[in-house]
């Protein structure tokens, strides 16, 4: 054995052996480093871990923690914080204030003969109803971008209660048109209903075909549901047990409003304690602690008005712009022309409005399987065909003769009228990925205006002649996609998708059939089917097993996350 190695310090002679593990302490900082690094290796194999900036420690769908923690799944059945509870708190919202926002609709027809008022003063209520909506959506895209969606939803449902709940008092037509103009506040709330999906969903479609996109989709549909619904629970339901217990059609719609009013308030105090504004918790919460960036309200506003985004503004117009004026124009519209009681002509009216059962879900469903074979370049070409069907249809409408006709026209339109709306919010995360609040903000605006122009028509107009003019304009609308130009993304006719944009595709269909594949193994297994657990055992032999675990979104490289990124 060799000697031991001498050193002198200090002119004394000291053994220096071999090296002893010495056990340091390590100071709080190395601690929460050395915690947050275990975390983030347990995100990397559990696609439910939470972030370890999170105010939660696991989520109930797997996330992509690439992408602020958004859900990568949708469990329509679940209502478990914060994913899942944000989207379902979304669209009751949005119903609710769908509710009290045309609440006084199919009433006017009660009011107008109460108070003596003509055809163009009650349309000059409905349009007042619609043009305050228009720059309370553009300021409220803003206004998410920097605080989130909660705490604007609550406030605008609280505010525009108030004066639902007085429509009894009217006594003018001034009155009415004044108190509908403060009542369509309510109109606000799409764009925090479109805002909040897409804070908790990916904009990625990264596991089984479901995004923000669809996210987006069930949120609108369902919530302009409430319009349907506001229809036949004022018009078939209310008033007449109302008229038949106080014995007088004037008593009955001066009191009901009080009743939707009561609901969006109670809905909109309640709101803010049992939801998030983000995954990763509430805006307040993220800022402490240094996840997210302060967002400048005039950079935001700035920034979401481009090009692209007028011309989304104006095809909005002509999809959403034609279902608000439907809510105010349906009752009226079969009152007038084929005679029908208010109870008979809501239940029709309600019968266009429940078409956003699916219809607008669909939309963004469609657009996001065409985006996987065709890029953007389906996704326009989707919304183009939905808005030339629409307005072809609308034309048709205001020809029909018997009410059988018109009903049957009035829901195939409105199927494609719905429709269009959720492929049209499939192109707006692409938009701008940072001020996703001010594009939603803008374009949703863009419904009110058409709705107020086309207020006009029917204002000034016979009902024939104003949906034909509509259904024109809804045409020529079509033809704006092919100015869309979307950077990295193919237009609708011209340009190519960029080479990271159809990688990242490409890659995407290769996951999707992995999963597949896998899926197939396990119900080999599961049914002991001997021959298929071989042929499965081959196949993951001859696979490179870090291919075969990339079911799961956050097992997907950071190389590919960044080609992902440049799609968005």
């Excluded at 009415?176 to 103009?181: G, K, T």
């Excluded at 209903?193 to 987006?216: D, G, I």
């Excluded at 193994?521 to 032999?541: L, P, Q, V, W």
């Excluded at 696979?543 to 080609?563: C, G």
Aim: proline share 4%.
């Amino acid at each position: 054995m060799a000697e031991e190695e001498q050193v002198e310090v200090d002119d004394k002679r000291v053994p220096q052996g071999p090296p002893t593990n010495v056990n340091v302490p390590l100071d709080p900082l190395e601690m929460e480093n050395l915690r947050i690094r275990q975390q983030w290796e347990e995100c990397a194999v559990d696609a439910t871990r939470a972030s370890p900036n999170s105010k939660y420690d696991r989520y109930d769908i797997p996330v992509d923690h690439l992408d602020g923690d958004r859900g990568t799944q949708i469990k329509l059945f679940s209502f478990k914080r914060p994913h899942m509870r944000g989207l379902h708190c979304a669209w009751i919202s949005f119903f609710l204030a769908f509710m009290i926002w045309f609440a006084p609709a199919p009433l006017l027809k009660e009011i107008g003969d109460t108070l003596d008022l003509t055809k163009a003063e009650l349309w000059t209520s409905s349009i007042t109803n619609d043009c305050t909506a228009i720059f309370t959506r553009i300021i409220m895209g803003p206004v998410c971008d920097n605080f989130g969606a909660r705490i604007p939803m609550a406030l605008v449902l609280v505010v525009s209660a108030i004066p639902t709940a007085m429509v009894g008092l009217v006594n003018s037509a001034t009155s009415l048109a004044v108190l509908r103009f403060f009542i369509g506040i309510a109109g606000s709330s799409f764009v925090m209903s479109q805002f909040w999906p897409s804070r908790m969903f990916s904009r990625y479609e990264v596991h089984n075909l479901q995004s923000s996109r669809t996210a987006n989709g069930i949120v609108g549909g369902w919530g302009n549901l409430g319009g349907a619904w506001t229809q036949v629970f004022m018009g078939t339901i209310l008033f007449p047990a109302f008229r038949d217990y106080y014995g007088s059609s004037e008593s009955s719609w001066r009191t009901i409003c009080v009743i939707p009013a009561a609901m969006a308030l109670v809905w909109g105090l309640l709101l803010p304690f049992i939801s998030d504004d983000a995954p990763m918790g509430n805006y307040r919460y993220m800022k402490k602690n240094g996840t997210m960036d302060r967002i400048f309200f005039t950079t935001s506003l700035r920034s979401g008005a481009t090009r692209n985004t007028w011309i989304l503004f104006v095809q909005y117009a002509s999809c959403f712009g034609v279902e608000l004026v439907m809510n105010n124009a349906s009752v009226l519209y079969y009152n007038y022309q084929f005679g029908l009681e208010t109870d008979q002509a809501a239940t029709i009216g309600f019968l266009y409005g429940s078409m956003n059962i699916f219809a607008r879900a669909l939309g963004g469903v469609v657009s996001d399987r065409l985006n996987h074979r065709l890029g953007m370049r389906g996704r326009l070409w989707l919304q183009t065909i939905f808005l030339i069907c629409e307005g072809v249809l609308i034309v048709v409408f205001s020809f029909s003769q018997t009410l059988a006709g018109a009903i049957t026209t009035m829901c195939i339109f409105s199927i494609f009228t719905q429709a269009a709306e959720g492929a049209i919010y499939g192109v707006v995360p692409y938009i701008s990925k940072l001020y996703t609040g001010a594009v939603a903000g803008f374009v949703g605006s863009g419904g009110n205006v058409g709705s107020v122009l086309y207020g006009f028509f029917f204002r000034s107009f016979e009902y024939d002649t104003a949906f034909l003019v509509m259904g024109c304009i809804v045409i020529a609308s079509s033809s704006l996609s092919l100015f869309i130009d979307i950077p990295c993304h193919a237009g609708l006719i011209w340009g190519e998708d960029n080479h990271a944009v159809i990688q990242a595709r490409e890659r995407y269909v290769e996951r999707r059939e992995m999963a597949r594949l896998q899926g197939t193994a396990e119900t080999a297994n599961t049914e002991g089917n001997a021959d298929g657990d071989e042929g499965i055992t081959e196949f993951r032999s001859g696979e490179d097993s870090s291919n075969l675990e990339m079911d799961t979104p956050n097992d997907v490289p950071r190389e590919q996350k960044n080609d992902q990124v440049l799609d968005a």
